[in-house]
């Protein structure tokens, strides 16, 4: 078999798992051609981990050489969310496959180019919503899909992220809605791609309320936290437990603290500086094609992370409740808790998942989770072969098309328009597809 042929542009983080598969589990279908960044000293770090392989770098502005020269069969979107549709369009635009982190995109003018080179192109994009993939949620979709409920009537979704986790959104470029469209745009785009997943149904309208509650500079001083450094490694580890040393990790230390010097980019800036244009609060109302309605929030600022949704149905509810980390200690290096460990845990609140089923006039009763090995119960395993081998039998619909990029990231705008104009929004009244 003739291995694929794949670039990737943005070798930030996101980009390893992408990197790991196809030098690693991956390498027999799929090899890496071509690394682009904004920043030389990134893509230094990730050829030099690639080696023995000698991979060409391109600067950013050479992203149309690369393709040139290394001639990919398809390109892996892993940079900053707002050029997202940069790459994907002009990758598009020369018949080539993609495949894009989550977010698709940010604002409904580049979910239209995005649209445009779709509809002329001769290859796919395809969005990668690994939360899909994750046994408990895929539990969720089988079930609903097989009418154990009846018809879904409204859904609950709360999402927490720690002061851990959800802070990190505020230390990076995430926290100018210009580079992320915010967490409505760059993380409850996965929360919203699972609701309209789980329910097989299309959002209609959407009405938000949010706004910033407790990170950055006014809040701080109303809080009484007096001045701040501009940066969180100029606190004190020992009374700050937002301080973050990059040097104590050595993928931070090659990726960002090394590579400063490149483009002044400083990935450890103070949640409680200025400059924040982000919501940390957020709750939106969503309606859907079907009848079913959506209430969702999301905090940023929460002592545990995890996530909790409600069905209610025709015939019953059903209920799932995942804590993916317990509490947060102070001075904490952990940024994505559902990769680490909270060591000792609380019986209060054991990490883990549980799914409830509860007919009418029944019991309930608790549905077994099958747990298998790897990211998010085994499910990025599923993703990486659905993205790199032949997909497999799939009744339930886990690989995600620009259908549903457009979808979960129409969700997200529509939420920010309706913050700004204080109104509901509908989704129609972009103009752009939301179905087939």
């Not at 000293?41 to 030099?48: G, M």
């Not at 290859?123 to 949620?137: A, C, D, I």
């Not at 470029?173 to 967490?183: A, I, M, V, Y």
Request: proline share 5%.
């Amino acid at each position: 078999m003739t291995r694929k042929k794949y670039a990737l542009v943005g070798t930030g983080s996101r980009a390893r798992m992408y990197l790991k598969a196809l030098t690693e589990s991956h390498a027999d279908v799929g090899e890496i051609v071509g690394l682009c960044d904004t920043n030389p000293v990134r893509l230094a770090y990730h050829a030099e981990q690639l080696k023995p392989a000698e991979v060409p770098t391109y600067a950013a502005a050479d992203f149309a050489a690369m393709l040139d020269e290394q001639r990919p069969d398809c390109v892996i979107v892993t940079s900053m969310d707002v050029t997202h549709s940069d790459y994907i369009c002009a990758a598009l635009d020369r018949g080539l496959d993609v495949i894009t982190e989550k977010p698709m995109t940010t604002t409904a003018e580049r979910i239209a180019s995005i649209v445009e080179s779709v509809g002329k192109s001769s290859g796919t994009l395809t969005v990668t919503f690994n939360y899909r993939y994750s046994p408990r949620n895929s539990i969720i979709r089988q079930l609903i899909a097989a009418g154990e409920i009846g018809t879904v009537t409204a859904v609950h979704f709360e999402w927490l992220l720690n002061t851990a986790h959800g802070a990190d959104y505020f230390r990076r470029w995430h926290r100018e809605k210009q580079n992320s469209g915010g967490l409505l745009v760059h993380k409850s785009t996965h929360h919203f791609d699972l609701a309209n997943w789980w329910l097989g149904e299309v959002p209609e309208s959407v009405y938000a309320r949010g706004g910033l509650r407790y990170y950055g500079a006014e809040n701080a001083a109303a809080r009484g936290l007096g001045p701040r450094p501009a940066l969180s490694r100029d606190t004190d580890p020992a009374t700050d437990p937002f301080h973050i040393d990059l040097a104590a990790n050595e993928t931070n230390r090659r990726l960002y603290l090394e590579a400063e010097q490149a483009d002044g980019y400083h990935r450890d800036q103070d949640v409680f500086a200025p400059g924040i244009t982000i919501e940390d609060n957020l709750s939106l109302l969503v309606g859907y094609s079907g009848g079913a309605h959506l209430t969702y929030n999301l905090t940023a600022h929460a002592p545990w992370e995890g996530y909790r949704v409600g069905f209610t149905g025709t015939a019953g509810r059903l209920e799932l409740e995942v804590v993916e980390s317990a509490w947060v200690r102070p001075a904490t290096t952990t940024i994505d808790p559902s990769a680490n460990d909270d060591g000792e845990q609380a019986a209060v609140r054991p990490k883990g998942a549980r799914i409830l089923l509860q007919k009418h006039w029944e019991q309930a009763r608790e549905v077994e989770i099958p747990t298998g090995t790897g990211g998010h119960g085994g499910g990025d395993v599923k993703l990486l072969d659905d993205l790199f081998r032949e997909p497999a039998e799939d009744p339930l619909g886990h690989k995600a098309g620009y259908l549903d990029g457009v979808r979960s990231v129409l969700v997200g705008v529509s939420g920010n328009k309706s913050l700004e104009t204080g109104l509901p929004v509908r989704l129609a009244d972009f103009g752009l597809p939301l179905e087939a």
